[in-house]
C-alpha cells in the first residue's frame, strides 16, 4: 500500500463503475453487431455500426478507464492495473485503426474481430473492477492514507 498520495475521492468510485459497465457495454457490442447486422439490416447501416462510432467510443473508454486508474493507483499503489488496461487499449485500437473495414458490413460478418474486440473491452472491464476492488479494500487499511 501507499502511504505518500492522497486518498481517492469519492467521485472516483462511480466513475470506475460507469467505466466497468461502458467496458463491458463494449465488449457486448463488439459481440451482438455481426447478429444485429444479419437481423436488422437497417439498424446495422446507423451510428452504432460505423467505424467512427467505435472507434470514438474506444478512445473514451480507454480515456476514462486511465482517468480511474491514474487515481486508484495513487491510492493503492498496483500500477500493475496499467498493463491490464495497456493490453486492451491496445487490442481494441489496433483492430478499429489497422484492422479491415468490415466489422459490420452487410455482405460479411468479421466474427474473428468481433471476438478480439470483445476481449479487448472485457481487459478494460477488469482493469476497473480491480482498480475498484482495491480501492474499496484501502479504504479499511490502516496503513492507507
Known sequence: MNNSSAP????????DRLGSVLSTACAVHCLLMPVVVTVLPMLASELLASRAFERAACGLMVTL?????????RTHGRWGLFLLLGIGAAVTHAVQWLG????CA??????TEAVVMCA???A???AHLLNLRLVRRCAGCPTCP
Not at 100 to 103: G, Q, R, T
Not at 106 to 111: H, Q, S
Open 8 to 15: 481517492a475521492p469519492r467521485w472516483l468510485r462511480p466513475l
Open 65 to 73: 478507464a486511465a482517468a480511474c486508474l491514474w487515481r486508484g493507483c
Open 100 to 103: 479491415p473495414d468490415i466489422c
Open 106 to 111: 452487410k455482405e460479411r460478418t468479421n466474427w
Open 120 to 122: 479487448g473491452g472485457l
Open 124 to 126: 478494460i472491464a477488469t
